[in-house]
């Protein structure tokens, strides 16, 4: 009975409570504005920055130091889409990335496309030890010349198609080997080897890939390189992600947006036990980020049915209260978790390299040994629910004792229990003085009695 009360006072708080719904409509409005306005500043600043700069033309330099995502795409995107020749000289990619999602790394190649397109050369620089892999390799090669330091290596290239069919996998790795062969081709680059580095997974260093032509050439820092290219003399402008760039970068990771929503279930579905309502609150805003990442990526549809059976199973607890519907349901959410980065019912093309590694694999560690925890802790709540010993008032509902004055039904009266008076309403028959009665609730400090049945 105790958590069934507890459910209706969440349900209360949730739906009905009006400063609760003030809060979290609060909340969203204040959330909508500093992503817009940081949004309108990471779009504008940039460009303005550059496009402002009259008295000479500009190089502008975007650090390509993280994964291929949203965040980086929305980077190229705030920098490279209304820049003209007018004002830019040169754009310089300085790279050393190890890649990311396909759908983000083809709206990058399309940026340089378009930049190239405004008679502004687009160059990618790969530092003394950096990388220029997967993903990031599709980019330097659209690049009007692609320039590496010691030590660095561009690809392997091959695209992973999680949970998809083999036929998948060949058609996504002979759509990505057409692209790179095209643009090496566009850019007077070895095509054969480009298109190796796709089929056969393979990476070149520098001095191998300067050898075959699959670049254009050599320097052993930014600063050489710009002074080769004849740009020493420009304006150099440097780019790095906004604040809104790295949130949309953060929510770019579908085993954090599976844990997000996951968390958010779990933190509804323990607030049913707590009635703290806040706990409410943080679940909504959990799920929320988690979606809000998923339609990022383009989530698999697939995943977030996964999750939404998670969901079922973890309150489907709340009924058996046996701890396997929760287990099963933790289970279930780490299967929805990996399914948000596979290929069904999704525009994304796939990741390179695979987004799973050992982080995704200590996670579903984690949320399995989170599950059994929470069985154990559930079923001590429930276990103090059904115990009566309560202090005070409460561990004297069901007892039995004396009325110690007349009390008419729904009046106010006085009851012995173990020589201890108690005030007390009638709320049954008439009762009369030094009659026995029974304890049938209370309520504040006063009891709720009736006449005892006498069989």
């Known amino acids: 009975m105790r958590g069934k009360y507890n459910i209706y006072i969440v349900y209360y708080y949730i739906v009905k409570s009006k400063s609760v719904m003030k809060m979290l409509i609060i909340l969203t409005v204040l959330l909508f504005i500093v992503v ?55 754009v310089i990619i300085n790279m050393n990335t190890p ?61 992973i198609v999680v949970g998809g069919t ?69 304006k150099i402008v440097y780019v790095n992600e906004s604040g809104y760039d790295q949130f949309l970068s953060f929510l770019s990771n579908s085993t954090v947006d599976g844990i997000f929503i996951l968390l958010g279930i779990l933190a509804i579905f323990l607030d049913f036990y707590h009635g703290s309502v806040i706990l409410s609150v943080i679940g909504v805003v959990l799920i929320v980020l988690g979606l809000l990442g998923a339609e990022l990526i383009d989530a698999s549809v697939v995943g977030l049915i996964f999750l939404l059976f998670a969901a079922i199973l973890i309150f489907l607890e709340l009924k058996t209260q046996h701890g ?12 929805g978790i990996y399914f948000l980065a596979s290929s069904y019912y999704t525009s994304n093309p796939g990741y390179s390299p695979s987004p799973f590694g050992v982080s995704f694999y200590l996670s579903a560690i984690l949320i399995v040994i989170l599950g059994i925890i929470l069985i154990f802790y559930i079923r001590k709540i429930v276990k103090s629910y059904k115990r009566k010993n309560f202090t005070g008032a409460e561990a004297l509902i069901g007892t039995d004792g004396v009325a110690v004055n007349n009390m008419p039904k729904n009046e106010n009266g006085f009851v012995s229990l173990d020589g201890i008076k108690w005030e007390a309403i009638n709320n049954g028959d008439n009762i009369n003085a030094n009659d026995a009665i029974t304890v049938i609730g209370r309520t504040g400090i006063k009891l709720i009695i009736k006449k005892k049945d006498i069989k």
């Open 166 to 234: 083999s036929l998948e996998e060949t058609h996504t790795k002979n759509a990505m080997a057409s692209l790179m062969e095209s643009m090496a081709t566009a850019h007077n680059r070895n095509e054969t080897a480009a298109g190796i580095m796709v089929e056969n997974n393979t990476a070149y260093t520098e001095s191998q890939a300067l050898k075959i032509n699959l670049i254009n050439g050599n320097y052993n820092s930014l600063n050489s390189m710009i002074h080769g290219k004849n740009l020493s003399g420009y």
């Open 99 to 159: 890649g990311g999602i396909l759908e983000n790394m083809l709206s990058m190649v399309n940026f340089i496309n378009e930049t190239e397109a405004k008679g502004i050369s687009v160059y990618t620089y790969v530092p003394d030890d950096g990388m220029a892999t997967s993903a990031g390799s599709y980019i330097a090669m659209a690049s009007t010349g692609i320039y590496m330091g010691n030590g660095s290596y561009i690809g392997p290239s091959t695209p």
């Open 324 to 335: 396997i519907a929760l287990l099963a349901g933790m289970i279930t959410g780490i299967i």
């Open 36 to 90: 817009s306005y940081s949004n309108f500043n990471s779009s504008s600043n940039t460009v303005n920055n550059i496009n402002n700069n009259t008295s000479s033309k500009s190089v502008v330099v975007i650090n390509l130091t993280e994964e291929i995502d949203p965040g980086s795409s929305n980077m190229f995107r705030a920098t490279l889409e209304n820049i003209n020749s007018s004002y830019v000289k040169a």
